[in-house]
């Protein structure tokens, strides 16, 4: 769970979420 990689990237989710 990478809050930094999902605000910068908040399209994929199921990558980095």
Do not use: E, W, Y
Not at 1 to 17: G, I, K, S, T
Request: hydrophobic share 65%.
């Amino acid at each position: 769970m990478n809050v930094l990689a999902v605000l910068l990237h908040p399209l994929p989710l199921h990558l980095h979420f």
